[in-house]
């Protein structure tokens, strides 16, 4: 079973860009949730998404935004870019209703440098 | 807001010894934690989880819970030095959400 697909996983972008990040969860998963660490700040928790309804929210500013599809495929956009938004963003899937306790499991990740 | 803790490290184990790792939380009603290993500059794999008190082995690893004094630990047997890695302790946000609030992670090294 293929794994949680994310892309690009480089990204280099200037100040007051925008960018689309894309994920493909594990077939079956219909939970997408997005994570951004750094190394200051470890991971922080950015949505979470089922059947294309946003469910939590994490603190970061309106810039951030995301959205799921009905193939449960996700992308999120960042408007404005900052130089504090260059990260490791990350994409993680879960199987859904019923399974609350089940983990998350981690695509390889967009690294987004901002100049 | 839930808190997840972890001593940052780095911990430094010799090849074949037991590594230990402990993370503590801040709620009492968490339910299930989650145990992560990131090598560097890739994304958290799942090695364990546990959901009862107790022990939970799995190969090397062992996970054990105790909801009383709100720890969680992972210790891994005879240490490789393909277990350095940062090692990220999680648990759920809230209840009935898969969001999870994560450690900042403990930085181990094995040295051969």
């Known amino acids: 079973k293929a794994g949680v697909t994310q892309t690009p996983r480089y990204l280099i972008k200037t100040r007051g860009q925008q960018v689309t990040l894309s994920c493909s969860p594990i077939?079956?998963?219909?939970?997408v949730s997005w994570y951004q660490q750094t190394p200051g700040q470890g991971l922080q928790f950015l949505f979470e998404?089922?059947?294309?309804?946003?469910?939590n929210k994490g603190n970061f500013p309106g810039r951030f935004s995301g959205r799921q599809f009905s193939n449960s495929r996700s992308e999120m956009n960042v408007s404005t870019l900052e130089l504090g938004d260059s990260a490791l963003y990350l994409c993680?899937?879960?199987?859904?209703?019923?399974?609350?306790?089940?983990?998350?499991?981690f695509g390889n990740g967009t690294r987004l440098t901002v100049t | 807001q839930k808190e997840v803790e972890q001593n940052s490290g780095p911990l430094s184990v010799p090849e074949g010894a037991i590594a230990s790792l402990n993370c503590t939380y801040s709620?009492?009603?968490?339910?299930?934690f989650f145990w992560y290993r990131q090598y560097s500059g890739k994304s958290p794999e799942l090695i364990m989880s546990?959901?009862?008190?107790g022990d939970k082995e799995d190969g090397r690893f062992t996970a054990q819970l105790n909801k009383a004094s709100q720890y969680v630990s992972l210790l891994i047997r005879d240490s490789q030095p393909s277990d350095s890695a940062t090692y990220l302790c999680?648990?759920?946000?809230?209840?009935?959400?898969?969001?999870?609030?994560f450690g900042k992670g403990t930085k181990l090294s094995v040295i051969p």
């Open positions: 998404y089922f059947s294309e309804t946003q469910r």
């Open positions: 993680a899937s879960n199987v859904g209703p019923g399974g609350v306790n089940s983990p998350l499991h």
């Open positions: 546990i959901y009862s008190n």
């Open positions: 077939s079956g998963h219909r939970s």
């Open positions: 709620d009492r009603g968490s339910q299930s």
């Open positions: 999680a648990a759920p946000s809230r209840a009935g959400s898969y969001q999870l609030t």
